[in-house]
C-alpha cells in the first residue's frame, strides 16, 4: 500500500541566519516595484484607490445612474442604492428610471466646483469653507460658484494617511475627522487629558470600498504588505481592495506580516474570515517567506524536507497557480543515490507539484523492493532488480487498498525511468550499471479481471473475520 509522500504543514517554517528588522527592511525597500499600479497607489499617503475602469481590480461602477459610489460586482449596485431599490419594491429597470435625491457625500478627494479653487469636494459641488459660505447667502449654488473667489488648499489632516485638507479648526483634522473626534467626545470615548493626541494616532484614514490604507501600521508591516501585495499582484484573481482593507485593519499593532499568526489574524476579534481572505493572508506570507529566504541566503533545496511554499511550484497542468501548503519530504526515499537523484531531478526540472508526488511514489516503491532484496549497494543492480522494481509499481495501491488503474502505475514506471535516464545524463550514477534501467517490454497491462481484483477484500481483513 502506497503512502502520501507529501504531508501537509500548518506553516513555513525554515531554519535561516539571524538578521536584524533593519536588515529586513532595507532588502524590502530594494526590491519594491516603485512603478506598482501608478495610477491607484498614492505611496505618500500609504493609500489605494482602485481604478474602476481596471480589470485587475475588483471594483466596478455602480449601474446607478450618476452614483459615484464603487459597486462590489460588475453591473451591480453599491451597498446604498442596492437597499433603496429592495426597499422600492421596483425592479431593476424601473429604479433606474425613477429619480430621487441622494445624499452627497462624496469619498473621493475631488476639487471644488468654483474655478481655480483648491479646496477638496465637500457637499453641492464645493468644498468645506465655500459651502459654508454658501450658507449665508440667499444665492443659487450655480450663482455663488460664479461670484466666488477660489481658495488657496490648506495642509491636510493630521490623521496619518488622511489626504483630505483641514477645515478651519486649531485640531488640524479634516471635517471627518473632525466630526468623529467631536462625537468620540460627546459620548465620553474620549478620554479627557491628551484626548486629540491620542484620537489622531488612534484614527485611520476614511476610505471607499475601493480603496485601503496602510497608514497607521509599522513600518515594516507597511513595507511587508505592499512588497506581499506586488507579488500577488502578478498572478490572478484580481486584486480586491475590501479584503486588503480587512486585512490591514487586523494588522495594527502587529511587528512582521510574515511572523503573524494567521489564526489570530483571520479568525480572532469576533470576525469569521471567508476562504478567499485566509487564503490571501497564506499568499502574503508565502512571498514574504520566499523573500526571506532570497535575504538570508537560505537554501530552500537544502535537506530532505522542503517546503512547497517556497519551491515556487505549480499544482498541475490544468491548475497552473502556485502550490502554497505543505511538505516534500524526500526521506520516503531510502536508498541514498536514488534519493539523491531524485533530488537532483526535482531542483533542475522544477516540475509541477503532482509530477513531484508522482515521481516520489516511484522512487519510494523502487528503494523498498531494493532495500528487502538486499541490493542497497548501487553495484550490485542489473536487470533482474529493475524488474523487481517494476513489478513493485504494478502493486502500487490506493490507500483503500485498490490497485492504482494500469495507467497510472506506467505513469509511475515513466517518472522513475525519467530520474533515472536524468541521473545517468548527469554524472551522479556513475556506480550504477546501465543494466538497471527499464526496458522495450517492461511495461504494466490491465488484466481481465483486474477491477475485480480491486474490489477483493485484502488477506489483513480477511484474517480478521
Same mark, same amino acid.
Given at each position: 500500500?502506497?503512502?502520501?509522500?507529501?504531508?501537509?504543514?500548518?506553516?513555513?517554517?525554515?531554519?535561516?541566519?539571524?538578521?536584524?528588522?533593519?536588515?529586513?527592511?532595507?532588502?524590502?525597500?530594494?526590491?519594491?516595484?516603485?512603478?506598482?499600479?501608478?495610477?491607484?497607489?498614492?505611496?505618500?499617503?500609504?493609500?489605494?484607490?482602485?481604478?474602476?475602469?481596471?480589470?485587475?481590480?475588483?471594483?466596478?461602477?455602480?449601474?446607478?445612474?450618476?452614483?459615484?459610489?464603487?459597486?462590489?460586482?460588475?453591473?451591480?449596485?453599491?451597498?446604498?442604492?442596492?437597499?433603496?431599490?429592495?426597499?422600492?419594491?421596483?425592479?431593476?429597470?424601473?429604479?433606474?428610471?425613477?429619480?430621487?435625491?441622494?445624499?452627497?457625500?462624496?469619498?473621493?478627494?475631488?476639487?471644488?466646483?468654483?474655478?481655480?479653487?483648491?479646496?477638496?469636494?465637500?457637499?453641492?459641488?464645493?468644498?468645506?469653507?465655500?459651502?459654508?459660505?454658501?450658507?449665508?447667502?440667499?444665492?443659487?449654488?450655480?450663482?455663488?460658484?460664479?461670484?466666488?473667489?477660489?481658495?488657496?488648499?490648506?495642509?491636510?489632516?493630521?490623521?496619518?494617511?488622511?489626504?483630505?485638507?483641514?477645515?478651519?479648526?486649531?485640531?488640524?483634522?479634516?471635517?471627518?475627522?473632525?466630526?468623529?473626534?467631536?462625537?468620540?467626545?460627546?459620548?465620553?470615548?474620549?478620554?479627557?487629558?491628551?484626548?486629540?493626541?491620542?484620537?489622531?494616532?488612534?484614527?485611520?484614514?476614511?476610505?471607499?470600498?475601493?480603496?485601503?490604507?496602510?497608514?497607521?501600521?509599522?513600518?515594516?508591516?507597511?513595507?511587508?504588505?505592499?512588497?506581499?501585495?506586488?507579488?500577488?499582484?502578478?498572478?490572478?484573481?484580481?486584486?480586491?481592495?475590501?479584503?486588503?482593507?480587512?486585512?490591514?485593519?487586523?494588522?495594527?499593532?502587529?511587528?512582521?506580516?510574515?511572523?503573524?499568526?494567521?489564526?489570530?489574524?483571520?479568525?480572532?476579534?469576533?470576525?469569521?474570515?471567508?476562504?478567499?481572505?485566509?487564503?490571501?493572508?497564506?499568499?502574503?506570507?508565502?512571498?514574504?517567506?520566499?523573500?526571506?529566504?532570497?535575504?538570508?541566503?537560505?537554501?530552500?533545496?537544502?535537506?530532505?524536507?522542503?517546503?512547497?511554499?517556497?519551491?515556487?511550484?505549480?499544482?498541475?497542468?490544468? &491548475? @497552473?497557480?502556485? $502550490?502554497? /501548503?505543505?511538505?516534500?519530504?524526500?526521506?520516503?526515499?531510502? #536508498?541514498?543515490? !536514488?534519493? *539523491? +537523484?531524485?533530488?537532483?531531478?526535482?531542483?533542475?526540472?522544477?516540475?509541477?507539484?503532482?509530477?513531484?508526488?508522482?515521481?516520489?511514489?516511484?522512487?519510494?516503491?523502487?528503494?523498498?523492493?531494493?532495500?528487502?532484496?538486499?541490493?542497497?549497494?548501487?553495484?550490485?543492480?542489473?536487470?533482474?532488480?529493475?524488474?523487481?522494481?517494476?513489478?513493485?509499481?504494478?502493486?502500487? &495501491? @490506493?490507500?483503500? $487498498?485498490? /490497485?492504482?488503474?494500469?495507467?497510472?502505475?506506467?505513469?509511475? #514506471?515513466?517518472? !522513475?525511468? *525519467? +530520474?533515472?535516464?536524468?541521473?545517468?545524463?548527469?554524472?551522479?550514477?556513475?556506480?550504477?550499471?546501465?543494466?538497471?534501467?527499464?526496458?522495450?517490454?517492461?511495461?504494466?497491462?490491465?488484466?481481465?479481471?483486474?477491477?475485480?481484483?480491486?474490489?477483493?477484500?485484502?488477506?489483513?481483513?480477511?484474517?480478521?473475520?
Amino acid at each position: 500500500m502506497s503512502t502520501p509522500a507529501l504531508r501537509r504543514a500548518t506553516g513555513l517554517a525554515v531554519v535561516a541566519p539571524a538578521t536584524s528588522d533593519d536588515a529586513w527592511l532595507e532588502w524590502l525597500v530594494g526590491h519594491i516595484d516603485l512603478q506598482w499600479r501608478v495610477a491607484e497607489w498614492d505611496p505618500s499617503l500609504w493609500l489605494f484607490t482602485g481604478d474602476l475602469t481596471n480589470t485587475r481590480t475588483a471594483a466596478w461602477p455602480c449601474r446607478t445612474k450618476g452614483c459615484p459610489t464603487p459597486a462590489h460586482r460588475l453591473d451591480g449596485r453599491c451597498y446604498t442604492c442596492g437597499r433603496e431599490r429592495a426597499a422600492s419594491n421596483l425592479s431593476d429597470e424601473g429604479f433606474d428610471l425613477q429619480p430621487r435625491r441622494r445624499l452627497d457625500r462624496p469619498m473621493s478627494s475631488d476639487p471644488c466646483a468654483v474655478p481655480g479653487c483648491e479646496g477638496d469636494y465637500s457637499c453641492r459641488g464645493l468644498c468645506h469653507r465655500h459651502e459654508r459660505s454658501w450658507r449665508h447667502t440667499n444665492m443659487s449654488v450655480a450663482d455663488f460658484i460664479a461670484r466666488a473667489r477660489p481658495l488657496t488648499r490648506r495642509q491636510l489632516c493630521a490623521v496619518a494617511g488622511c489626504g483630505r485638507e483641514r477645515i478651519s479648526s486649531p485640531r488640524r483634522l479634516c471635517a471627518f475627522h473632525n466630526a468623529r473626534f467631536q462625537r468620540a467626545q460627546l459620548s465620553g470615548i474620549a478620554p479627557p487629558l491628551d484626548a486629540l493626541a491620542r484620537f489622531i494616532e488612534g484614527e485611520r484614514p476614511r476610505t471607499a470600498s475601493n480603496q485601503f490604507s496602510m497608514a497607521g501600521l509599522s513600518v515594516l508591516v507597511r513595507h511587508e504588505l505592499l512588497y506581499g501585495l506586488q507579488q500577488r499582484d502578478k498572478m490572478p484573481p484580481p486584486l480586491d481592495p475590501r479584503q486588503i482593507w480587512r486585512i490591514a485593519r487586523r494588522l495594527a499593532g502587529a511587528k512582521s506580516l510574515r511572523l503573524a499568526d494567521a489564526e489570530a489574524i483571520c479568525e480572532s476579534g469576533g470576525i469569521q474570515y471567508n476562504s478567499v481572505i485566509r487564503g490571501m493572508f497564506r499568499d502574503l506570507q508565502r512571498h514574504l517567506q520566499r523573500a526571506w529566504v532570497a535575504h538570508t541566503g537560505t537554501d530552500p533545496y537544502a535537506g530532505d524536507v522542503w517546503e512547497v511554499g517556497l519551491l515556487d511550484l505549480q499544482l498541475n497542468g490544468s &491548475r @497552473r497557480w502556485a $502550490a502554497r /501548503l505543505g511538505v516534500v519530504d524526500f526521506a520516503a526515499i531510502k #536508498l541514498p543515490w !536514488l534519493r *539523491e +537523484v531524485a533530488k537532483d531531478w526535482a531542483r533542475t526540472t522544477h516540475p509541477y507539484l503532482q509530477k513531484l508526488r508522482e515521481v516520489l511514489m516511484a522512487c519510494r516503491a523502487a528503494s523498498s523492493v531494493l532495500i528487502a532484496s538486499g541490493h542497497e549497494d548501487p553495484v550490485t543492480l542489473g536487470a533482474g532488480e529493475f524488474a523487481s522494481v517494476v513489478q513493485a509499481i504494478s502493486a502500487e &495501491r @490506493r490507500a483503500d $487498498a485498490t /490497485l492504482y488503474s494500469a495507467a497510472h502505475r506506467n505513469l509511475l #514506471l515513466c517518472r !522513475l525511468h *525519467e +530520474v533515472i535516464e536524468h541521473g545517468r545524463l548527469n554524472g551522479l550514477m556513475g556506480e550504477v550499471p546501465g543494466s538497471f534501467g527499464r526496458g522495450k517490454t517492461h511495461r504494466i497491462t490491465k488484466q481481465t479481471n483486474e477491477d475485480e481484483i480491486g474490489k477483493a477484500l485484502p488477506d489483513v481483513v480477511i484474517s480478521h473475520s
